[in-house]
Structure formats: structure tokens, C-alpha cells
């Protein structure tokens, strides 16, 4: 168990919040108070900071879903990191080119993360995924400019 003793550190900074976030629940559903819920959100956040704070790990990051696509039957979010669309054959015409005068073509790129439906990274749901057909399919969602 971990333990601090000063008062102001951030592990007794998070238990203070916790027990505070825990009373303010108890006393709600003493109550029967219409702000129940949000009293429940706020313990749970509380519970969350201090978990995570306690096994030294980072709070997952919740990212915006772009796309809803499914994975093997399974619902999943796409989020849009970065997209670089494709650029056709560039031939240049100035006086003396050559057939070797030219710049190649270059095929869309797309950055992503997929998540789950709350939009948490599931990078077991990416593994399931066929990954140059899953990046392909991105593709297409960024070109059509919708979300379905």
C-alpha cells in the first residue's frame, strides 16, 4: 500500500477527493437528491484518479470517433489522427524535360486509431483487423466524407 506523509502530496490530495466524492454520494441517495447521478459520476472519477494514480499507470485517453465501423461483428470507432489524400503523376513540361522529368504518384495515407464504442483505444480490436484492408476502408470513409 502506498503512503505519504505530507499532506499536500497528490496521493493524499486523491484520497481526500475520493472520501469527499463518496460522502457527497452517500449523502444523495440519503436524500433521494435529483443530483444522484452526477454525485455517482463524480465518485467514480474520483475512485478512477486514485486507481490509477495508486498502480502508476496513465488514465486511458478518450478520443473523438469519427467513423462507426464493425470488426468482426464487433461495433468500433474509427478516430481520424491525420489524412494525406493521393496525389496522381506530376509530368513536367518545361523546355528541355525528359521522359524522366516527373514526380510518381503517391497513394493516400490515413492515420487512426480504432476504438471502442466510447471511443477508448481497443488495439485488440485492431489486431483482429485485416490491417491493410481496415487502413483501405478508412480511406474510402475520408474520401466519401461521411461517417456511415
Keep these: 500500500m502506498k503512503f505519504s506523509s505530507d499532506p499536500n ?3 493524499n490530495l486523491l484520497r ?15 436524500e433521494r437528491s435529483p443530483y444522484r447521478g452526477k ?4 465518485y467514480k472519477k474520483a475512485r478512477l484518479d486514485l486507481k ?17 465501423v464493425t470488426i468482426g ?3 468500433a470507432g474509427i478516430s481520424l489522427l491525420s489524412y494525406t489524400g493521393a496525389k496522381p503523376l506530376k509530368q513536367y513540361t518545361f523546355p528541355g524535360a525528359g521522359p524522366g522529368d516527373y514526380e510518381p504518384p503517391e497513394e493516400a495515407e490515413a492515420t487512426f486509431v480504432v476504438t471502442d464504442r466510447h471511443g477508448y483505444e481497443a488495439k485488440w480490436l485492431r489486431r483482429k483487423a485485416n490491417e491493410s ?9 475520408v474520401e466519401k466524407g461521411n461517417g456511415e
Design 16 to 30: 481526500i477527493a475520493h472520501m469527499e466524492a463518496l460522502e457527497m454520494l452517500r449523502t444523495a441517495n440519503k
Design 39 to 42: 454525485a455517482l459520476a463524480n
Design 73 to 75: 461483428g464487433i461495433p
Design 52 to 68: 490509477y494514480f495508486v498502480e502508476g499507470r496513465e488514465r486511458p485517453k478518450k478520443h473523438a470517433i469519427d467513423f462507426s
Design 9 to 11: 502530496s497528490r496521493l
Design 133 to 141: 484492408r481496415l487502413e483501405q476502408e478508412v480511406i474510402n470513409l
